[in-house]
């Protein structure tokens, strides 16, 4: 287990399977596990803002190896800070299903299972979305958000330990930059690894996404700098992995491959 989950956790399974929110499929206040019962493995993963690229990050990757997440047997479902608009947009963007994500317009069960609020300095004079924006920049420049900074600067470097990420016929668009095609990374410096520039690409094109429909991904801005956290239970509803993240661009314990948690 994540050496992130600790003995004195509460009860996460109980807690989330008495919680309910509403519905991004649907627009219901539905228990969120509805439909959990039966299953191999249960990931629950509690998302931040809808419009924070983290999340639009994560759900790539959930897309990128959904046959696998679908071999191995894993339901998922999400809880995301926003409203329904907000879901739907998400939703339609990164192809994550609506009916597997519901919404929490005010962070509440990222308090009762005690994730990172983000920093949280207290600004006078400013109003409560002024001190959000401020705290928020304060966490991109890596202030009270541990590994933001070498993550964004891997975006930019390559990784080798990484997986290569636009496939060479693959087309990139929607970034205001002229369409980008996988196969210039790859005769640029090879192939079979995350290149130099091809994540920040990606990135980009999350960013020209968000920024394009702010106020849709982000209702209120009061709660920019919380932070989420991903719960993987077995059959038996017992917590076996979890992960709190503890920054920007800290959604996963290996950046690199986000998802090799849920394998092992």
Sequence with gaps: MNTQTRSNSPDI?????QTQRLRVSD???KPVLDGCSNTSQL?????????????????WWLQREKELLSSRGITIRAIGIGNRNS??????????????????AIAEIHAILGLYRGLSIQFPILSTSQKAWLNLMLMCAGIGSPGTLKEVFRGYTGDRKAPQLIADSEVVDGTHLPPIKGSFFSNAVGEGFQRPFELATLRLRNMTEV???WNTYV???SYLTQRG??????SQGKLIYEHRDRGILGFAENMSNPLT???V
Excluded: M, R
Aim: aromatic share 20%; net charge negative; charged share 15%.
């Design 13 to 17: 399974y109980s807690i989330l399977s």
């Design 27 to 29: 627009g219901q206040i």
């Design 43 to 59: 990931l629950v993963l509690i998302w931040s803002q809808l419009g924070d690229f983290d999340n639009l990050e994560y759900a």
């Design 87 to 104: 879901g739907v947009k998400f939703c339609e963007y990164t192809g994550f299903p609506q009916e597997w994500l519901f919404v929490d």
């Design 211 to 213: 920024l394009s429909n």
């Design 219 to 221: 209702p209120n801005s």
């Design 229 to 234: 956290g991903t719960f993987l239970f077995d």
């Design 261 to 263: 948690c849920l394998f």
